[in-house]
């Protein structure tokens, strides 16, 4: 059995000597008939198409007709080894002006490469075109993020009750109410009736009230107080174990699996305060599970960047 270091090059040697065994080994090798297709486009035979060999990655480069400006460019690819299923890969890169430097072959690198497909400080990729961050947080940046939860949260209080919910026992937890006459003008009844986790709060519909910008800046900051002192810690964790939800992200053809809390509505940053393993599963690539050990830790998926085809 070929190890992968040595398949890789083997691979790299055939494209050197223009072998159309490349295509055949690539293709029996490989991931999908989608990341052969990729293989085929980028044309090795070609007298004009250069290769690299980076250890990590093959690089191709070689030249395409467009047909609406009726000029060539360069066309840039790599090729590496899928760390899940061990099979190669083919990603085409997004067209960039560097690659019609004359001098690009000679000087592209490894940094380059994962600089280029958007792997920046700190990320890690994980599975096919999934990249991780993950940054441990102090007891502090906790409570500055949790905060940040709750103004996100109030700007849709009205379209998610569990939310509302929520947030509401987080302030009887940490004994803060605010009163807010004239800002909500619901019955106390109707309230109860709508939310009954709220009647056995013991919250009236004084307590129950929207953000406006300056009331919101000002609760938050009280809220921040409360949330740093040292005797609150466990209550903090105790109301984020509340809000924690089991998130499923979908990043392209990827899905994600875990035990979190969203930073913001939309956003691909999540609070993690409990250890648990991370779920990645795609169809090509399998499942692997990557393990969270260091909380509370603030995680951030993306995806590489990549050429618009496929």
Known sequence: MINIDSRLYKLYELMVKKSRKAYTFFKKECLSERHYNRFKRMKICKKDT????????????????????????????????????????????????DFESNDFMEKVTVDYIKRFLGIRDGFERIQGDVIMRVKKLSFHELVEYFSNIIVSFSKIITTMKDVKAKLMEFYEHCRFKKSCKGISCRKTDELHREFPILKKLGVDSCDVFMFDNALRKRTINELKEIMLRKENEDLVLEALANVEKLCILHLGNHVIIFAGIPVSRYSTEFIIIREQDITFAHHEHGKVQVPIVDVPAIVEFDTLRHHGFT
């Open 50 to 97: 250069e290769v690299k060999f980076l250890d990590e990655y093959i690089v191709i480069r070689t030249k395409f007709y467009n047909l609406k400006y009726k000029d060539y460019y360069h066309g840039v690819a790599i090729v590496g080894i899928d760390d899940t299923t061990n099979k190669f890969f083919c990603h085409r890169l997004p067209w960039s002006l």
